[in-house]
């Protein structure tokens, strides 16, 4: 079993910055690839930042350039930050490990709450 604890988020004007982490119990974690969804009521969750067992990183369009992934293995956690925030990036985010086709693996945690507004 794999526990997911997302936290970090909260309210930043835009333009501003967070990061967000995840915490993760109950797995093999340096073997795992990672990501951080997000979802806006209405929406499927969204992939938009993935980092690999050995580092690599890719980001969806939207939000590359802005937000970095990274990963503190010894720590069991995974970190997003996220700069230059815009409205459009409200959601609540979630991390998940990634499998084949970047399909999520486990039971989704609770996530965080990220909400840009002035």
């Known amino acids: 079993q794999v526990q997911l604890v997302e936290s970090g988020g909260g309210l930043v004007q835009p333009g501003g910055s967070l990061r967000l982490s995840c915490a993760v119990s109950g797995s093999i974690f340096s073997g795992n690839a990672m990501g951080w969804y997000r979802q806006v009521p209405g929406k499927e969750r969204e992939l938009v930042a993935g980092?690999?067992?050995?580092?690599?990183?890719n980001y969806s369009d939207s939000v590359k350039g802005r937000f970095y992934i990274s990963r503190a293995n010894a720590k069991n956690m995974v970190y997003l930050q996220m700069n230059s925030l815009k409205p459009e990036d409200t959601a609540v985010y979630y991390c998940?490990?990634?499998?084949?086709?970047?399909?999520?693996?486990?039971?989704w945690g609770q996530g965080t709450q990220v909400t840009v507004s002035s």
């Open positions: 998940n490990a990634m499998g084949r086709q970047l399909v999520p693996l486990f039971t």
């Open positions: 980092i690999s067992s050995v580092f690599s990183t």
